[in-house]
T-cell receptor, first 114, second 111 residues
Framework: NAGVTQTPKFQVLKTGQSMTLQCAQDMNHEYMSWYRQDPGMGLRLIHYSVGAGITDQGEVPNGYNVSRSTTEDFPLRLLSAAPSQTSVYFC?????????????FGPGTRLTVL | TQLLEQSPQFLSIQEGENLTVYCNSSSVFSSLQWYRQEPGEGPVLLVTVVTGGEVKKLKRLTFQFGDARKDSSLHITAAQPGDTGLYLCAGELNTGNQFYFGTGTSLTVIP
């Protein structure tokens, strides 16, 4: 059981470049989400998905796209990177059963946009 | 503006001391979670509270959800260096499916 995996771990982009941050989970969780973490602001929700084929916007969705073609994968796309998108990005999957409500976070992707 | 405010933002204490971290909002939450995050890693869930007034204990950590489900506190007894980390609260509104995180409390326990 690998849990939640994210690639790459580090990335440097130039303004205007595009890229995809990968996220995968092997726990068969329906709910997955993407957050960004900036100093002094905690984590902010970018997009989330409650199952394959279903996505919705969080607090800060502008500049990001997501898709959910399978239960396991939830990639985050930056269409045209901007310096304001320099941040640490975390993917999470959520287990909601009768006795448990737990979010499992990946190790993060540290993105710098020059 | 943050939906959840945490205080204090930074806390540095000696090993063996007690401390309390607060998480406050004007919104009502259906559930509230506390996480601890180590440098370079993702947050790890410590506890979920769902009932107003609920108290949960995890070894030396005591979590309380306010009666009105607008606030929560985390109390650590006899802090140890291993408790060092960033503590985050996160609340889910009744509308569901979105967690709002607090600003975080960075705790350092000095041996």
């Amino acid at each position: 059981n690998a849990g939640v995996t994210q690639t790459p771990k580090f990335q440097v982009l130039k303004t205007g470049q595009s890229m995809t941050l990968q996220c995968a989970q092997d726990m068969n969780h329906e709910y997955m989400s993407w957050y960004r973490q900036d100093p002094g602001m905690g984590l902010r929700l970018i997009h989330y998905s409650v199952g394959a084929g279903i996505t919705d916007q969080g607090e800060v969705p502008n500049g990001y796209n997501v898709s959910r073609s399978t239960t396991e994968d939830f990639p985050l796309r930056l269409l045209s990177a901007a310096p304001s998108q320099t941040s640490v990005y975390f993917c999470a999957s959520r287990e909601t059963s009768g006795l448990s409500d737990t979010q499992y976070f990946g190790p993060g992707t540290r993105l710098t946009v020059l | 503006t943050q939906l959840l405010e945490q205080s204090p933002q930074f806390l540095s204490i000696q090993e063996g001391e007690n401390l309390t971290v607060y998480c406050n909002s004007s919104s009502v939450f259906s559930s509230l979670q506390w996480y601890r995050q180590e440098p370079g890693e993702g947050p790890v869930l410590l506890v979920t509270v769902v009932t107003g007034g609920e108290v949960k204990k995890l070894k030396r950590l005591t979590f309380q959800f306010g009666d009105a489900r607008k606030d929560s506190s985390l109390h650590i007894t006899a802090a140890q260096p291993g408790d060092t980390g960033l503590y985050l609260c996160a609340g889910e509104l009744n509308t569901g499916n979105q967690f709002y995180f607090g600003t975080g409390t960075s705790l350092t326990v000095i041996p």
